[in-house]
């Protein structure tokens, strides 16, 4: 745990403290400037995320005219009769959204990762991660998937960002600002209404929440915040 001197009595206190536990100054202003990167900062270094965001805007109202567009573009199990063109539909499933309220509800869950994860392991490491939840969801829907139904959308994305997350959390700890930790705490209840929706449509969910895996792993993987200090990455800014 990082430690700070109170600038009205001197005793040493926790950078996250928002009041001096020996004589209750108030510490919250001195936290929020303590904040390592600005928010403009933080919107100018989402290229991976601002580049996926752009190609789902893009790519979602192709389907929702075109019943033939949802067909080609989404993705089948092996075996189902859907016009699903594989190899193309493992990736473009996930850029494509049939319905304006998933649209919104997907890019602001990406987003409010995104504004905590990219600016911390880079934009390198976040492309990965967004590979990743793109394939190996897809791949788990196209071996256990039953039937003829068809999966679009970037939940896979977002679950596989999670994972980065918590590996963040896991080795920074205390060395995350207030403010990234309050942001954490959001994206985690986020998760966790999804997966209590797996009671509703169990299969696709389930097959998004394997990217959580997948996002940990990477995270840990290739990080540079967890091969250097701290101090050092934030400096150095995004790969």
């Known amino acids: ?118 600016p911390r392991i880079g934009s390198r490491t976040t492309l990965f991660i967004i590979l990743g939840g793109i394939l190996i969801p897809g791949i788990v829907w196209m071996v256990f998937g039953e039937g003829e139904a068809l999966i679009t959308g970037s939940s896979g994305v977002f679950h596989a960002m999670v994972g980065g997350v918590v590996a963040l959390w896991q080795r920074l700890g205390s060395k995350l600002s207030l403010p990234e930790r309050i942001l954490i705490w959001i994206i985690v209840a986020w998760a966790a209404l999804g997966t209590i929706s797996a009671i509703l449509s169990p299969l696709i969910t389930w097959t998004s929440i394997a990217g959580i895996p997948v996002g940990y792993g990477i995270a840990l993987a290739f990080s540079p915040p967890f091969r250097a200090p701290i101090e050092d990455i934030t400096k150095k800014g995004t790969s």
Request: hydrophobic share 50%.
């Open 1 to 118: 745990m990082s430690l700070s001197k109170c600038p009205a009595c001197d005793g040493k206190v926790s950078t996250s403290a928002l009041t001096c536990p020996h004589c209750g100054h108030p510490l919250w202003t001195k936290n929020i400037a303590r904040l390592r990167r600005p928010f403009a900062a933080r919107l100018k270094s989402l290229r991976s995320i601002g580049g996926f965001c752009l190609a789902v805007i893009f790519l979602s109202p192709l389907v929702w005219f075109s019943d033939s567009a949802l067909r080609f573009l989404a993705l089948a199990p092996f075996g189902s009769d859907a016009q699903s063109a594989l190899p193309l539909s493992l990736f473009t499933y996930a850029f494509v959204h049939p319905h304006l309220t998933f649209l919104f509800w997907s890019l602001i869950s990406i987003f409010l990762v995104g504004l905590i994860l990219e």
